[in-house]
């Protein structure tokens, strides 16, 4: 197995906990507005709640969706693109500093996964991971539940998952199997770009897969990868096999998409970057999702067609997926929620109506 960084980050946390049987029931918790995610929406969101006195509780997952509570940026190294740090800050860090902020602010944050949301009629209904029970109740809820990396279900894909195979360089491309061997990179985009140019550091050459004849990724990451000495570019071509000794990974076969000849390359290592899938299962069914599966808002807003139902970050957004473009969206969710709750009529025992 690959040691990960997500790993690492997931045993510093304050209470860690791994749920394989049903926990015993609790009384419901009511609360007047809880944020389901801990990425940059989530947090964002939880400071201007909070602010507004509107004591919010987050739920920041533990582990779900495959990630640590922090969600995407724990995997990276450098952000260089969030205001406010002139010299780039780690991922992990940024993510540590606005769980501090968040909590500061007076945010409860229960490392807790919700496994099923409620919102058919108000308040609406959420189940904590591993109780059959309804274990909290809430006026409004701010999905921010993100997204995460698309798999490819190539051949020999599920014999090399994590024996050569992975979704995050930045996690795990340190490890041995790596050192100083050729490694493949798919995809054309930001993620692509980047995790290339990480595993230059390790591997003795990154061989990238683009399927067109052009990369999606900024200017500024696509002359980076191009002008790489370590990289090699393969346009219009795809991965078709994943190929091993059985242990470990050893060969990816390509097809090119134009000439349809196959190919192959030698590598101890595929890593994906073709994109992500947004995590909608709590609301799939009960909320409008696009044809990509991601939450429709009201242009300009967080509104989903759910009243009292917000959506915040990479879960509602396939264009920018950005971090301080996450975060504005989980200052607007917070802005909607309070104006929300402060049309809802509240009755004395603190269940809300409209
Ligand atoms: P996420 O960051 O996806 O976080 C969602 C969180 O919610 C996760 O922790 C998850 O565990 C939790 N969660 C999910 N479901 C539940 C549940 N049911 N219950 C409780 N918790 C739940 N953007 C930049 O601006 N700059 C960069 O340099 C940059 N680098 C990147 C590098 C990589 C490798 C990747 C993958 C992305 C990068 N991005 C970057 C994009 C950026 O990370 C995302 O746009 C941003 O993190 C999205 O924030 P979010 O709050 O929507 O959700
Ligand atoms: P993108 O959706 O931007 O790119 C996905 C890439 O994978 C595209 O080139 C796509 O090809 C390709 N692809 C998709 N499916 C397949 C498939 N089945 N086979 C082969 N190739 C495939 O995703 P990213 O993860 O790169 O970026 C997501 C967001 O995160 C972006 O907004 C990006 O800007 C941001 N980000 C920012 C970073 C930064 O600013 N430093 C770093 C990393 C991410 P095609 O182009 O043909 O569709």
């Known amino acids: 197995m690959f040691s990960s960084l997500r790993t690492l980050r997931l045993a510093t946390l304050p209470s860690t906990r791994a749920f394989t049987t049903s926990r015993f029931a609790m009384a419901p918790k009511h609360h007047k507005v809880t944020v389901i995610g801990s990425g940059p929406a989530g947090h964002t969101a939880a400071v201007y709640l909070a602010r507004a006195q509107l004591k919010p509780t987050m739920f920041e997952g533990m582990m779900a969706n495959g990630f640590a509570p922090g969600g995407q940026l724990t995997t990276t190294t450098d952000v260089e693109n969030y205001p406010g740090f002139p010299d780039g800050v780690l991922g992990g860090e940024l993510m540590d500093k606005m769980r501090a902020q968040s909590e500061r602010c007076g945010t409860v944050i229960e490392t807790e996964t ?35 990396a698309k798999r490819m279900n190539l051949p020999g894909e599920e014999t090399y998952w994590q024996r050569g195979i992975s979704a995050c360089a930045v996690c795990d491309g340190a490890v041995p199997i790596f050192r100083n061997k050729p490694l493949v990179v798919i995809g054309g985009g930001d993620s692509a770009a980047e995790e290339a140019i990480y595993l230059t550091k390790y ?5 990238v897969l683009v399927r067109r004849d052009v ?13 790489h000495p370590k990289v090699t570019v393969h346009f219009n071509t795809v991965p078709t096999e994943a190929v091993g000794n059985g242990d470990l990974l050893t060969e990816v076969r390509t097809r090119s998409t134009k000439t349809k000849e196959e190919g192959s390359i030698t590598a101890s290592g595929l890593f994906y970057a073709i994109g992500h899938e947004p995590a909608t299962s709590l609301v799939k069914g009960q909320v409008d999702l696009d044809e990509q599966g991601y939450i429709k808002t009201i242009p300009g807003s967080t509104l989903t067609n759910v009243p009292g139902l917000f959506a915040a970050g990479d879960v509602q957004d396939k264009r920018y997926r950005q971090a301080v473009t996450s975060a504005g969206s989980g200052c607007m969710a917070a802005l909607d929620a309070e104006r929300y709750l402060s049309e809802l009529e509240v009755t004395a025992e603190g269940k809300a109506k409209l």
Do not use: N
């Not at 209904?125 to 809430?138: F, H, I, N, S």
């Not at 990369?215 to 002008?227: C, E, F, H, I, Q």
């Open 114 to 148: 919700i496994t099923r949301l409620d919102c058919s009629e108000r308040p609406f209904k959420l189940w904590r991971e591993g109780y059959d029970e309804v274990t909290d109740t809430a006026d409004a809820v701010i999905l921010a539940t993100g997204a995460s």
């Open 203 to 207: 591997g003795s050459h990154v061989h």
């Open 215 to 227: 990369l999606r990724a900024s200017k500024v990451m696509a002359t980076r990868l191009l002008s």
